[in-house]
């Protein structure tokens, strides 16, 4: 090893710097010499590198975003992106590289791998947790913390004017955010991408709750849940991708709002929405994102030494270990039945 590349890909996540610190500084240990690769695959298809040493990782642990830049470029969709990879690489002389990213960055490295043999390794990086072949990627635990304060916050404001408060959180199409600060915030209903609860239902939960004697109500929706109702219609609220992703994903956005009207004409209870969006994106990360992220990071540099290219970062259990990028894109870890099933238990 000699000279070893770091990139940041996809949306921003709590816990990235802490990432590149590690990697850095286990690589400069150990002699190498480090390149920052600019905005994700961005860099390596417009060449955007430069040397990254300790002053520049110095006392970017606790910080929020990626001292990198990130975009979501894709050179699979840009003309003549993979070449450009592949020349950036042996231009600026790289022996490896460390890509930081989600099922996109990730599936980039995978196929890079695959179909040239890019001496590449990952590390696992969402908010959304939706990553296979770990048991968590850092930031998640960020974004719940999070989630769960804005949830403590309301339910205060919820009981004082006997509201019901809807909170819309992130999570794209798993329903791990909303479940997990759900269930933390002890939320009356949680509704996820992966259980299509009616409407309907979620209403009558809402006022048998009211029947009961409790006039207030936390209801929790994620992004990706799609406002289903009995007559089997659903309707997934967003936009179109943007052109910037070149991922080419839905914007999504904006169930939260048509969730309140609905609740609201259909139960006469006073309804608030709440979206927290990119808030539980930015900041500083936990400490527990910080401590995995810095295990992650470590374990990173360890693949490229032991020449174990292709392959992740994983946490399973306490572990990190690790599992090839093929497994880990294959396809989306979504909230199963089991984990439901501990937020149906305190439903209503
Ligand atoms: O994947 C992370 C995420 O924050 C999703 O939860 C969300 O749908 C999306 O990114 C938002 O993307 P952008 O930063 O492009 O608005």
Not at 75 to 87: R, S
Not at 163 to 174: C, D, I, K, L, S
Not at 245 to 256: A, I, K, T
Request: with cysteine; hydrophobic share 40%.
């Amino acid at each position: 090893m000699a000279r070893l590349g770091i990139l940041t890909g996809g949306g921003d996540c709590p816990g990235l710097n802490a990432v590149i610190r590690a990697v850095t500084r286990r690589a400069l240990d150990r002699g190498w010499e480090v390149s920052a690769v600019r905005e994700g695959w961005r860099g390596l298809v417009d060449g955007i590198v430069e040397p990254l040493g300790r002053r520049e990782v110095s006392g970017i642990l606790p910080r929020g975003g990626t001292i990198l830049g990130t975009t979501r470029t894709n050179p699979y969709k840009v003309e003549g992106g993979v070449e450009k990879v592949l020349a950036t690489f042996e231009r600026e002389k790289l022996d490896a590289l460390v890509a930081i990213g989600g099922e996109d960055t990730l599936g980039v490295a995978a196929k890079l791998y695959a179909e040239h043999a890019l001496p590449v390794v990952g590390v696992p990086k969402t908010i959304d947790n939706d990553l296979n072949g770990t048991d968590y990627t850092f930031g998640f635990d960020t974004a719940v913390t999070i989630a769960t304060e804005a949830i403590d916050r309301l339910h205060t404001t919820a009981e004082s004017h006997n509201r019901v408060m809807v909170v819309e959180v992130m999570g794209r199409h798993a329903g791990w955010i909303a479940l997990h600060s759900g269930i933390a915030g002890g939320a009356d209903v949680i509704l996820i991408p992966e259980q299509p609860v009616t409407v309907e239902d979620a209403c009558s939960l809402l006022e048998r709750r009211h029947q009961t004697g409790k006039d207030f109500s936390i209801v929790v929706v994620s992004e990706g849940y799609e406002l289903t109702y009995a007559s089997g219609e659903s309707t997934l609220v967003g936009g179109e991708a943007r052109a910037s992703d070149q991922f080419g994903h839905v914007v999504l956005g904006g169930v939260g709002d048509a969730l309140g009207r609905e609740i609201e004409e259909r139960t006469g209870f006073e309804t608030r929405v709440t979206v927290l969006g990119h808030v539980q994106r930015g900041g500083t990360p936990t400490p527990r994102d910080r401590v995995l992220a810095t295990r992650y990071g470590l374990k990173a540099a360890d693949l490229v030494q032991e020449g174990r290219f292709g392959q992740m970062a994983s946490l399973r259990g306490d572990e990190i270990v690790d599992v090839s990028l093929a497994e880990a894109t294959r396809e989306l870890k979504t909230v199963p039945p089991e984990w439901y099933a501990v937020a149906q238990a305190f439903a209503g």
